[in-house]
T-cell receptor
């Protein structure tokens, strides 16, 4: 079974600054994906970024980037130039890929990020 | 129109009542999921279905049942609701390779008094 741990229940950052959210995971799988989801007060789950474990290059989506350390089983999210709209709960999630049982997500506990003006 | 819809969006019910949460998707995917969100615990998998004839228990299935009425419809039932089932419930559907993207519904806030 997989486990995902987010050790920061809450984080805060000033607008325009950079913040990093931490995530570690444990798995014996080799073929997997990692995700960061954002949940604003509207409670909608929004995909922020995806990382394929077989790719060495860290994923980047505009102001969002990850630091994927496969050997250390670490997957942190960096948000640059933070904006007020980034205020949300952020979830790290693991997905076993391939085979016939793909698709189930295992989530971390979540980190509440507050961006201050 | 939204890819995944859930009804109701909010519901308050009493202990011992039966309640059904409904989910529909227009993505055309076979795989559908029900998750429960609790503060400090993230989202946890209740049940999942890989096709109409395939239903599987997730991490926390006790007290819940599901029905997959069609490829597009997947309902979650609480046979006899109890207060610790108060939570936010999400339905989702997913595709496969290469993105494995999961599409979530807007969530149902359920309160059991």
């Amino acid at each position: 079974a997989q486990t995902v741990t987010q050790s920061q229940p809450e984080m805060s950052v000033q607008e325009a600054e950079t913040v990093t959210l931490s995530c570690t995971y444990d798995t014996s799988e080799n073929n997997y994906y990692l995700f960061w989801y954002k949940q604003p007060p509207s409670r909608q789950m929004i995909l922020v970024i995806r990382q394929e474990a077989y790719k060495q290059q860290n994923a980047t989506e505009n102001r969002f980037s990850v630091n994927f350390q496969k050997a250390a089983k670490s997957f942190s999210l960096k948000i640059s130039d933070s904006q007020l709209g980034d205020t949300a709960m952020y979830f790290c999630a693991f997905l076993r890929a391939g085979g016939t049982s793909y698709g189930k997500l295992t989530f971390g506990q979540g980190t509440i990020l507050t961006v201050h003006p | 129109d939204a890819d995944v819809t859930q009804t109701p969006r909010n519901r308050i019910t009493k202990t011992g009542k039966r309640i059904m949460l409904e989910c529909s998707q227009t993505k055309g995917h076979d795989r559908m999921y029900w998750y429960r969100q609790d503060p400090g615990l993230g989202l946890r998998l209740i049940y999942y279905s890989f096709d109409v004839k395939d239903i599987n228990k997730g991490e926390i299935s006790d007290g819940y049942s599901v029905s997959r009425q069609a490829q597009a419809k997947f309902s979650l039932s609480l046979e006899s609701a109890i207060p610790n089932q108060t939570a936010l419930y999400f339905c989702a559907t997913s595709g496969g390779f290469p993105t494995y993207e999961q599409y979530f519904g807007p969530g149902t806030r359920l309160t059991v008094t």
